[in-house]
């Protein structure tokens, strides 16, 4: 079974530009998430779709990110413009199955690593 | 929401030795917990998970324990080895899941 795929392993922009990820989950799941994870600490969900719709966006910084997932496959993640803080993997995960009493394990991407100088 | 605090933040045992970490959770409909390991530069890989219904669960050497009236899980490694150093994260939700801070786990050959 193939993972997670995402791209750019790495990324190095100036702050205020904008940058784009990408990610392709494993075949067949229907649920995608978007975790940032900062040096040092736990990830954080950024926000969670199922097919092509939003579960959860609350905890996206809208002024600045924005994500999609066009039909309910890749999704893409943007920052614009980028902040210094803004510096983290950010992971790409895919379950089967979400639901209550019901959720199936997430797969996560390798990740994109983000630098913001 | 749902807060999930973990400890300790670092850990270190001697090869062949037990390991333990332990979570605790905020939000009583939290119904699963699933345990992740993190390599440097690596993804999490989930390592064990357990449900809201099961009160412990063991896979070799790895074993968590879920303690629903208090709210709290754990981590039990046994018979550690030097692969298994690297960072454990537990998480505990329904959708979606919340993660803890991480355990850094070093096994001294």
């Known amino acids: 079974e193939a993972g997670v795929a995402q791209s750019p392993r790495y990324k190095i922009i100036e702050k205020r530009q904008s940058v784009a990820f990408w990610c392709n989950p494993i075949s067949g799941h229907a649920t995608l998430y978007w975790y940032q994870q900062i040096l040092g600490q736990g990830p954080k969900l950024l926000i969670q779709?199922?097919?092509?719709?939003?579960?959860?966006d609350s905890q996206l910084p809208k002024d600045r990110f924005s994500a999609e997932r066009l039909k309910g496959v890749d999704s893409t993640l943007k920052i614009q413009p980028a902040k210094l803080e803004d510096s983290a993997v950010y992971l790409c995960a895919s379950s089967l199955v979400v639901g209550t009493g019901n959720n199936s394990p997430l797969h996560f991407g390798n990740g994109t690593r983000l630098t913001v100088t | 929401g749902e807060n999930v605090e973990q400890h300790p933040s670092t850990l270190s045992v001697q090869e062949g030795d037990s390991a333990v970490i332990k979570c605790t959770y905020s939000?009583?409909?939290?119904?699963?917990f699933p345990w992740y390991k993190q390599e440097l530069g690596k993804r999490p890989q989930l390592i064990i998970d357990i449900r809201s219904n099961v009160g412990e669960k063991k896979d070799q050497r790895i074993a968590v324990t879920l303690n629903k009236t208090a709210k709290h899980f754990s981590l039990h490694i046994t018979e550690t080895q030097p692969e298994d150093s690297a960072v454990y994260f537990c998480a505990a939700g329904n959708t979606p899941l919340v993660f803890g801070k991480g355990t850094r786990l070093s096994v001294i050959a």
């Open positions: 939000d009583s409909a939290s119904n699963y």
């Open positions: 779709f199922q097919n092509n719709g939003v579960v959860d």
